[in-house]
């Protein structure tokens, strides 16, 4: 079993809906990131938490240190937000989820 | 304010071939971390450098190795070349720790090993 679970994998949306990512991690940590990756390669840190939540835009992060879980919520998604978001975990060393792909459609 | 640039942005290498991949990090920043990206293991940490030296280290093999340099600029060298390194090595710089502070990514060197 993998530290960090992602779900769901993929994901397809209509361009207005709310969108929910979800990350659960099995170890310790100091903080979790939440990473945003575009085609290309190119990777965007979008929040760092240790606790609560944060809001940035359309984009809002939570985090719940006791049952080991966070959450990436996207309201009024828009096309340009199709991308693959990342979950990491920092202790240490740093251990990624395996990424959720998501699409939204116009 | 410039981002973090990684050079070269593609290379092909030949098996058993050594490479060497360059990361400046945003002015003022002091850390610098590596990760591996391929299809099959997603995201690995490879190690983080602070003050020029290495602070954490995953579990790669000791073909892999970086240094940072006074300026904090940073690299890492592969030796020995096997087909399985081909990647997308990722840079990040931070202020301070990466564990405390925001990470900034770079675009990635893409490393095709053939």
């Known amino acids: 079993k993998n530290e960090v679970e992602q779900s769901p994998q993929n994901l397809t949306a209509q361009e207005g809906e709310f969108i929910t990512i979800n990350c659960s991690y099995s170890?310790?940590?100091?903080?979790l990131h939440w990473l945003q990756q575009h085609p290309g390669g190119g990777i965007v840190s979008l929040f760092m938490?240790?606790?609560g939540k944060k809001k940035h835009g359309r984009l809002i992060a939570t985090i719940n240190i006791q049952e080991k879980h966070s959450s990436l919520h996207i309201t009024a998604s828009h096309p340009r937000d199709s991308a693959v978001y990342i979950c990491?975990?920092?202790?240490?060393?740093?251990?990624f989820g395996a990424g959720t792909r998501l699409t939204v459609k116009p | 304010k410039a981002g973090v640039t990684q050079t070269p942005r593609y290379l092909i290498k030949t098996r058993g071939q050594q490479v060497t991949l360059s990361c400046s990090p945003i002015?003022?920043?002091?850390?610098v971390s590596w990760y591996q990206q391929t299809p099959g293991q997603g995201l690995q940490f490879l190690f983080e450098?602070?003050?020029?030296?290495?602070?954490n280290k995953g579990n790669f093999p000791g073909r892999f190795s970086g240094r940072q340099f006074s300026n904090s600029r940073s690299e890492m060298n592969v030796s020995t070349l096997e087909l399985g390194d081909s990647a997308l090595y990722l840079c990040a710089s931070s202020l301070g720790r990466m564990e405390n502070t925001e990470a900034f990514f770079g675009q990635g060197t893409r490393l095709t090993v053939v």
């Open positions: 170890v310790g940590i100091s903080a």
């Open positions: 002015s003022g920043h002091r850390s």
């Open positions: 938490l240790s606790s």
């Open positions: 450098y602070f003050s020029e030296t290495q602070r």
């Open positions: 990491a975990v920092r202790n240490n060393d740093m251990r």
